[in-house]
Protein backbone atom coordinates (compact mmCIF):
# COMPACT_ATOMS: atom_id res chain seq x y z
CA UNK A 1 0.00 0.00 0.00
CA UNK A 2 1.56 3.28 -1.19
CA UNK A 3 1.23 6.25 0.76
CA UNK A 4 1.62 9.63 -0.59
CA UNK A 5 4.42 10.74 1.53
CA UNK A 6 6.41 9.39 4.65
CA UNK A 7 8.59 11.76 7.30
CA UNK A 8 11.45 9.65 8.04
CA UNK A 9 14.52 10.21 10.48
CA UNK A 10 18.02 8.93 9.79
CA UNK A 11 21.96 10.50 10.89
CA UNK A 12 19.71 12.86 13.03
CA UNK A 13 18.01 14.94 10.67
CA UNK A 14 14.46 14.60 9.42
CA UNK A 15 13.74 13.74 5.46
CA UNK A 16 9.89 14.45 3.87
CA UNK A 17 9.83 11.57 1.15
CA UNK A 18 8.25 10.26 -0.97
CA UNK A 19 7.86 7.57 -3.82
CA UNK A 20 10.99 7.84 -6.52
CA UNK A 21 12.44 10.59 -4.73
CA UNK A 22 15.95 11.18 -4.93
CA UNK A 23 17.48 12.67 -1.19
CA UNK A 24 21.06 12.83 0.18
CA UNK A 25 21.97 11.81 3.76
CA UNK A 26 24.65 10.89 5.82
CA UNK A 27 26.60 7.74 4.83
CA UNK A 28 25.46 4.34 4.86
CA UNK A 29 27.31 1.67 5.04
CA UNK A 30 26.08 -0.58 2.17
CA UNK A 31 27.15 -0.86 -1.85
CA UNK A 32 25.69 1.10 -4.43
CA UNK A 33 22.20 -1.31 -6.08
CA UNK A 34 21.38 -2.21 -1.99
CA UNK A 35 17.97 -2.06 -0.73
CA UNK A 36 18.29 -0.04 2.37
CA UNK A 37 15.02 0.56 4.95
CA UNK A 38 14.62 3.27 7.08
CA UNK A 39 12.58 1.95 10.53
CA UNK A 40 12.24 5.50 12.02
CA UNK A 41 9.20 6.44 10.46
CA UNK A 42 7.27 9.55 11.89
CA UNK A 43 4.61 9.99 10.14
CA UNK A 44 3.14 8.66 7.04
CA UNK A 45 0.52 10.34 5.22
CA UNK A 46 -2.27 11.42 7.92
CA UNK A 47 -1.08 9.02 10.52
CA UNK A 48 1.20 10.66 13.16
CA UNK A 49 3.66 8.61 15.63
CA UNK A 50 4.03 8.71 18.97
CA UNK A 51 6.77 8.70 18.77
CA UNK A 52 7.13 6.48 15.43
CA UNK A 53 4.57 4.81 13.36
CA UNK A 54 4.05 1.30 14.04
CA UNK A 55 5.19 -0.95 11.26
CA UNK A 56 5.79 1.36 8.74
CA UNK A 57 8.80 1.18 7.01
CA UNK A 58 10.17 3.13 3.90
CA UNK A 59 12.23 0.95 1.14
CA UNK A 60 15.18 2.93 -0.81
CA UNK A 61 18.09 1.70 -3.03
CA UNK A 62 21.38 3.29 -2.65
CA UNK A 63 22.39 5.29 -5.76
CA UNK A 64 25.74 6.49 -4.60
CA UNK A 65 28.03 7.11 -2.13
CA UNK A 66 30.39 10.31 -1.88
CA UNK A 67 32.07 13.29 -0.53
CA UNK A 68 30.53 16.66 -0.48
CA UNK A 69 31.97 20.04 -1.50
CA UNK A 70 34.60 20.96 1.12
CA UNK A 71 33.87 23.27 3.53
CA UNK A 72 36.80 25.94 5.25
CA UNK A 73 36.64 26.30 8.77
CA UNK A 74 39.28 29.91 9.15
CA UNK A 75 39.38 30.59 12.62
CA UNK A 76 41.23 34.01 13.25
CA UNK A 77 42.46 35.73 16.54
CA UNK A 78 42.64 39.26 16.13
CA UNK A 79 45.56 41.23 16.75
CA UNK A 80 47.36 37.52 18.25
CA UNK A 81 48.76 36.56 14.91
CA UNK A 82 46.90 33.42 15.34
CA UNK A 83 45.19 32.28 12.05
CA UNK A 84 44.05 28.07 11.41
CA UNK A 85 42.45 27.05 8.24
CA UNK A 86 41.16 23.72 8.20
CA UNK A 87 38.87 21.92 5.72
CA UNK A 88 36.26 19.13 5.76
CA UNK A 89 34.38 17.02 3.38
CA UNK A 90 31.49 15.54 4.58
CA UNK A 91 30.25 11.71 2.88
CA UNK A 92 26.65 11.49 1.94
CA UNK A 93 24.90 8.80 0.04
CA UNK A 94 22.41 9.64 -2.33
CA UNK A 95 19.30 7.23 -1.99
CA UNK A 96 16.17 6.64 -4.22
CA UNK A 97 13.07 6.30 -2.57
CA UNK A 98 10.99 3.60 -3.96
CA UNK A 99 8.18 2.78 -1.56
CA UNK A 100 6.69 3.44 1.60
CA UNK A 101 5.00 0.66 3.58
CA UNK A 102 2.68 0.20 6.20
CA UNK A 103 1.43 -2.28 8.49
CA UNK A 104 5.05 -4.69 8.65
CA UNK A 105 4.64 -5.28 4.62
CA UNK A 106 8.78 -6.15 3.60
CA UNK A 107 10.04 -4.24 0.69
CA UNK A 108 8.92 -6.03 -2.55
CA UNK A 109 11.16 -7.10 -5.34
CA UNK A 110 9.42 -5.57 -7.90
CA UNK A 111 10.21 -2.41 -6.37
CA UNK A 112 14.08 -3.46 -6.38
CA UNK A 113 13.45 -4.56 -9.93
CA UNK A 114 11.98 -1.65 -10.91
CA UNK A 115 14.80 0.49 -9.46
CA UNK A 116 17.57 -1.11 -10.89
CA UNK A 117 15.90 -0.85 -14.62
CA UNK A 118 15.35 2.87 -14.33
CA UNK A 119 19.01 3.14 -12.82
CA UNK A 120 20.71 1.10 -15.64
CA UNK A 121 18.30 3.61 -18.22
CA UNK A 122 19.36 6.31 -16.48
CA UNK A 123 23.60 5.15 -16.60
CA UNK A 124 23.06 4.65 -20.76
CA UNK A 125 21.76 7.99 -21.78
CA UNK A 126 24.24 10.05 -20.27
CA UNK A 127 26.95 7.95 -21.20
CA UNK A 128 26.54 8.34 -25.08
CA UNK A 129 26.07 12.08 -24.66
CA UNK A 130 29.25 12.67 -22.60
CA UNK A 131 31.03 11.02 -25.73
CA UNK A 132 30.57 13.65 -28.16
CA UNK A 133 31.27 16.43 -25.50
CA UNK A 134 34.53 14.36 -25.39
CA UNK A 135 35.27 14.16 -28.65
CA UNK A 136 34.50 17.66 -29.48
CA UNK A 137 36.83 18.62 -26.33
CA UNK A 138 39.31 16.74 -27.83
CA UNK A 139 39.25 18.65 -31.17
CA UNK A 140 38.62 21.93 -29.69
CA UNK A 141 41.64 22.72 -28.15
CA UNK A 142 43.82 21.69 -30.94
CA UNK A 143 42.22 24.14 -33.16
CA UNK A 144 42.17 26.88 -30.64
CA UNK A 145 45.94 27.11 -30.12
CA UNK A 146 46.72 26.57 -33.81
CA UNK A 147 44.21 29.95 -34.49
CA UNK A 148 46.57 31.57 -31.87
CA UNK A 149 49.39 30.95 -33.35
CA UNK A 150 48.22 31.85 -37.31
CA UNK A 151 47.00 35.04 -36.03
CA UNK A 152 49.92 35.72 -34.10
CA UNK A 153 52.18 35.33 -36.87
CA UNK A 154 50.13 37.66 -39.20
CA UNK A 155 49.02 40.46 -36.96
CA UNK A 156 52.13 41.65 -34.91
CA UNK A 157 52.23 44.56 -32.48
CA UNK A 158 54.21 46.75 -35.33
CA UNK A 159 51.82 45.41 -37.97
CA UNK A 160 48.72 47.02 -36.43
CA UNK A 161 49.31 50.87 -35.95
CA UNK A 162 50.80 50.69 -40.07
CA UNK A 163 47.43 49.27 -40.97
CA UNK A 164 45.11 51.59 -38.94
CA UNK A 165 47.52 55.14 -39.45
CA UNK A 166 46.90 54.70 -43.05
CA UNK A 167 42.49 54.09 -42.68
CA UNK A 168 42.35 56.96 -40.95
CA UNK A 169 44.26 59.39 -43.23
CA UNK A 170 42.19 58.32 -45.92
CA UNK A 171 38.72 58.56 -44.23
CA UNK A 172 40.18 62.62 -43.95
CA UNK A 173 41.39 62.48 -47.68
CA UNK A 174 37.29 61.01 -48.50
CA UNK A 175 35.57 63.59 -46.05
CA UNK A 176 37.62 66.92 -48.28
Do not use: C, W
Request: aromatic share 2%.
Amino acid sequence: MNMTFAVIKTGGKQYKVAANDVIKIEKLDAEAGDIVTFDEVLMVGDTIGAPLVEGALVAAELVETKKQKTVIIFKKRRRHNSRRRNGHRQLLTTVRITEILTGGAKPTIKAAAKAETTEAVAEKAPAKKAAPKAEAAADAPAKKPAAKKAAASEDTAAEKPAKKAPAKKADKADKE
